[in-house]
């Protein structure tokens, strides 16, 4: 591994000696879990397609030396972001108005009335910058996907095609001017060019500008055995302690931050240059708490492998035991991260007779390796099944309350998250 300026590793990847190297230190990595061969999480295809399918190594390691916790291998990311990427930020509810909210939030306390400038990047359909749009802010969206940058643009919001790095930041800061506000919602956890986004936010932000973004969080990840979070899309997963590591290598810091209830328990971090802003307290805390939980032990992580094998054996269990009864399985909700858990379970359409989603490019293909149908949401409604399948329990609150018929006629949910039951 050759370092780079300021000791950043210039490339990422296996270093000279074969070993693998960690994409923000350079150092060795310990992997901690390995899935075997997985497909894209959202490569939903039609049945032409399956003897073409892309499998990669999916597998998860922790770096003891900066503490980040990364995918040993991540697929080339026109493999995953392309015109035809099928996750559309506003198909719940519940997220459009945590993102309602959040706008407000950033307008009310972090940016000025001097006309301010916004960006973010994974803008995707404009669930966020939405409101700015709608309230006359000067604002920018990054967006590589271009089906749902598409959807932004009809939503009024301003929105360049591309993959965010250092020369775009560079073409943006010279067109736009500098940026009070950089915002990434679940989108930074997806870049692996973690110092390219780095010097790109230096080049963006004004001096007192400052980075708030959100993320699945490690500590919930481990907590909930929430293993599904692991996929080719997630290339880091977040804690206090390794992004503290991996700003401070760029003269950056957390300043803030706020614990979510999206994607099953998320981050918000405040991060800003050193010294512009006062520290606060909730920051020292969260990593007193880190540190407690073990995060930067790999102890913690061999132990969460195995409640990820408890967990994969406990959900067979139940839906072989179903299938030898007779009774149907449907899953509810293709999400990427069901991709995960029906590779890793095995769960192939003789246990799980199809997929409900609402997402019209969803429906009518298969799910990525273990090509269940996905069907749309009416085939669901037309004829309960017995057992629902819960892929999308990070917005359980929501479904449950719009799923009160299926209850009614006797159907039962299953979830696997925190733990595997199912639902009296
Ligand atoms: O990090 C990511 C997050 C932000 O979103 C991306 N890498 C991809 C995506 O992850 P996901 O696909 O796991 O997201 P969701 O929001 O858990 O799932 C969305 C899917 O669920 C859509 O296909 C729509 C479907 N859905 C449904 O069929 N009925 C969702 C809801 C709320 C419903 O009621
Ligand atoms: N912010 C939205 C979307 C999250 S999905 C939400 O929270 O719901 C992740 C998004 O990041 C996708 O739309 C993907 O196309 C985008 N993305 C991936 N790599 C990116 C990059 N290098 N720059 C900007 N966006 C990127
Ligand atoms: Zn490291």
């Not at 956890?189 to 936010?201: D, Q």
């Not at 971090?269 to 540190?291: D, F, L, N």
């Not at 069901?338 to 799980?352: A, E």
Request: include cysteine.
């Amino acid at each position: 591994m050759t370092a780079g300026m300021k000791g950043i590793p210039r490339n990422p990847g296996m270093d000279e000696s074969g070993m693998t190297a960690c994409r923000i230190c350079g150092g060795q990595i310990e992997p901690f879990l390995s899935f075997g061969r997985m497909p894209l999480a959202n490569g939903f295809l039609t049945a032409d397609q399956f003897d073409q399918e892309y499998f990669f190594d999916l597998v998860a390691a922790f770096c003891p030396s900066c503490l980040m916790v990364q995918l040993v291998d991540q697929p080339d990311r026109e493999k995953m972001f392309h015109a035809e990427y099928p996750f559309f930020s506003s198909t719940s509810r519940f997220q459009a108005a945590h993102f309602e909210k959040f706008a407000n939030e950033v307008s009310d306390r972090w940016i000025g009335r001097n006309d301010p400038f916004v960006v973010e990047i994974g803008s995707n359909d404009g669930i966020l910058l939405r409101h700015f749009a709608g309230a006359g802010i000067r604002h920018l969206g990054v967006e590589p996907s271009a089906g749902v940058a598409s959807n932004a643009r009809k939503n009024g919001v301003n929105t360049l095609s591309g993959f965010f790095e250092k020369d775009i930041a560079r073409q943006i800061a010279a067109e736009y001017g500098p940026a009070d506000v950089f915002l990434a919602a679940n989108c930074l956890c997806h870049i692996p060019c973690f110092h390219s986004i780095a010097e790109g936010v230096d080049i963006l932000l004004k001096p007192r500008g400052v980075v708030l973004f959100e993320d699945p969080y490690l500590g919930d990840i481990l907590e909930k055995t929430s293993y599904d979070q692991i996929y080719d899309e997630h290339v880091f997963y977040f804690s206090v302690l390794s992004v503290n590591h991996a700003f401070g290598m760029h003269g950056m810091e957390i300043v803030d931050l706020w614990p979510q209830k999206t994607h099953g328990g998320s981050m918000r971090y405040c991060i800003a240059r050193k010294g512009t802003h006062p520290v606060s307290p909730a920051v020292g805390v969260q990593i007193g708490r880190e540190r407690e939980l073990g995060l930067d032990r790999i102890e913690t992580y061999e132990r969460f492998r195995q409640n990820c094998e408890t967990s994969q054996q406990n959900l067979r269990r139940i839906l072989c035991d179903l299938k030898q009864q007779g009774r149907r399985v449907v899953g509810y909700a293709a999400t990427s991260k069901s991709t995960t858990v029906t590779n890793y379970c095995d769960l192939t359409p003789d246990i799980v007779e199809f997929i409900s989603d609402t997402t019209p490019i969803k429906q009518g293909k298969y799910s990525p390796g273990t090509h269940i149908p996905v069907q749309p949401y009416e085939k669901f409604a037309e004829a309960f099944p017995d057992y629902a399948l819960l892929f999308g329990w990070n917005h359980k609150e929501e479904i449950m309350a719009k799923e009160q018929a299926f209850l009614n006629a006797g159907g039962k949910w299953i979830v696997y998250v925190p733990k595997v039951e199912v639902l009296a």
